[in-house]
């Protein structure tokens, strides 16, 4: 077996070619951040009516029955038994 010298052996060029690429791409990555950024402060807000006005039917529900009481603890309710 024989020895191979290391600066012979290297799979790839020295060179900063590779960092220039990298840098790049993460320029371009923050430039198209930066333009979703501008371009979704632009939209309008689809809800800005509120509930009245977003299409959303609130009818049949139990707010009394579905939130939970004071503590996070939700009381047992009373079932009919079974016959």
Same mark, same amino acid.
């Given at each position: 077996?024989?020895d191979i010298?290391?600066?012979?052996?290297?799979?790839?060029? %020295?060179?900063?070619? *590779?960092?220039?690429?990298?840098?790049?791409?993460?320029?371009?990555?923050?430039? *198209?951040?930066?333009?979703? %950024?501008?371009?979704?402060g632009s939209?309008?807000?689809?809800?800005?009516?509120?509930?009245?006005?977003?299409? *959303?039917?609130?009818? %049949?529900?139990?707010?009394?029955?579905?939130?939970?009481?004071?503590?996070?603890?939700?009381?047992?309710?009373?079932?009919?038994?079974a016959q």
């Amino acid at each position: 077996m024989s020895d191979i010298d290391p600066s012979k052996a290297r799979q790839g060029r %020295g060179g900063s070619r *590779v960092l220039t690429i990298l840098i790049a791409a993460l320029v371009l990555a923050l430039i *198209v951040f930066v333009g979703l %950024g501008f371009y979704g402060g632009s939209q309008p807000d689809e809800n800005i009516g509120g509930v009245e006005e977003s299409g *959303v039917s609130t009818e %049949g529900a139990d707010p009394a029955g579905s939130a939970p009481s004071e503590g996070g603890v939700v009381e047992p309710q009373e079932t009919p038994a079974a016959q």
